[in-house]
């Protein structure tokens, strides 16, 4: 079964930056595509970015120009880089392939 265990949030102030990962077991890179997902406070999932094993990105609206996604094929690793945050970024970010989800990494942009 495959495992996705999330890393790398914590607090930080706007406009700071942050590296999440998510590294994967059990399960190596093909054409399947890696989201991350995140939750707010009080409101539902929001899809944030994927990736696939070919390397092709897409972002949502509300974070492109400021994260990027990539991955680490040899480390089955997926990383989300968020710069330039705000405080509508705070939230539980997931990892997400197929049906497996991560167990979350809480985000908390304040001042």
């Known amino acids: 079964q495959v495992q996705l265990v999330e890393s790398g949030g914590g607090p930080v102030q706007p406009g700071g930056s942050l590296r999440l990962s998510c590294a994967a077991s059990r399960f190596t890179f093909n054409s399947n595509w890696m989201n991350w997902v995140r939750q707010a406070p009080g409101k539902g999932l929001e899809w944030v970015s994927r990736?696939?094993?070919?390397?092709?990105?897409n972002y949502a609206d509300s974070v492109k120009g400021r994260f990027t996604i990539s991955r680490d094929n040899a480390k089955n690793t997926v990383y989300l880089q968020m710069n330039s945050l705000k405080p509508e970024d705070t939230a539980i970010y997931y990892c997400?392939?197929?049906?497996?989800w991560g167990q979350g990494t809480q985000v908390t942009v304040s001042s």
């Open positions: 997400n392939l197929v049906t497996y």
């Open positions: 990736i696939n094993g070919l390397g092709s990105t």
